[in-house]
């Protein structure tokens, strides 16, 4: 045996701290708290009790879309998304470079539908209202996500900042008029957001799943939004779009930005699309 097989792995908890662990690490003290055991799964779905006991609660929790009430873009029939989802799997890359051409309002309406549309419906036996279900799997189909669009270059859509309502398949008006310079400095990655056609924006209202599961509703809130990424990167691949997930950006610009008060509601991810360079 050489001496390179000989020796031994990196001591990972050195580079993940750059020293001695920190007794008062927020990630790690938030992950045991909010883990699911039997002696916390009471504290956990204290929640639950209060949804089964209470039908204006259970109404409104079936009603998870942010409303604006400003003018609408209704959204044309998605473009059909035809390869076979093998295919697409092993196509998907990250690309940071995009073609100038505007991509068209329905292959926009596939990616949002793809993200998080309505793709069903639920009837229960015990005369509750229909839930509508979405694209994507969601901790007790509560929806916490909203999905913002940074419209640069669709066509029939005006440039501006836009809000996604699923329950209805358009875009509500939030402010026109979005430039490259305000979309630059949201990323560590300024040439990315500052040249994408589309910048989608997946925020959280993290009140709408953790009132139900506690602090384990965070963890559901991020694992939905990995759902949505994904769900939209491949669609972008079927679509032969670039794209690129980004997890690098500025909360607080970007919060600022989407109007939110990062607290109730807070972005999550972002993801540029747009055509591929030629």
Request: net charge neutral; glycine share 8%; with cysteine.
């Amino acid at each position: 045996m050489n001496g390179s097989a000989q020796r031994q792995t990196a001591s990972w908890l050195h580079f993940v701290y750059g020293g001695p662990a920190d007794r008062h690490d927020l990630a790690e003290a938030y992950h045991e708290a909010s883990k699911v055991s039997a002696s916390q799964i009471g504290r956990q779905m204290e929640g639950a009790r209060r949804l089964a006991a209470t039908p204006d609660l259970q109404l409104s929790s079936i009603r998870a879309a942010k409303r604006y009430g400003t003018d609408r873009f209704p959204l044309p029939a998605p473009a059909s998304l035809d390869p076979r989802l093998g295919d697409v799997i092993t196509r998907r890359r990250s690309n940071r470079e995009f073609g100038s051409e505007p991509i068209p309002a329905d292959v926009l309406a596939a990616l949002l539908h793809a993200g998080y549309g309505v793709t069903g419906k639920f009837e229960s036996e015990r005369n509750r209202p229909v839930l509508r279900l979405r694209s994507v799997p969601s901790g007790g189909a509560l929806y916490p996500l909203e999905l913002y669009v940074a419209a640069s270059r669709v066509a029939e859509l005006e440039p501006g900042l836009y809000h996604f309502d699923p329950l209805s398949a358009g875009l509500e008006v939030l402010r026109l008029g979005v430039t490259a310079d305000e979309l630059a400095p949201l990323s560590t990655y300024p040439e990315v957001t500052s040249s994408c056609a589309v910048l989608i924006l997946i925020a959280a209202i993290f009140g709408r799943t953790r009132f139900k599961y506690g602090l384990r509703g965070y963890r559901f809130a991020l694992l939905e939004a990995g759902h949505v990424a994904q769900n939209i990167v491949l669609a972008a691949t079927a679509l032969d779009l670039a794209a690129v997930p980004l997890g690098a950006f500025h909360d607080r610009r970007t919060d600022v930005f989407l109007g939110l008060d990062g607290v109730n509601e807070s972005t999550l991810y972002t993801i540029a699309l747009g055509r591929n360079p030629t």
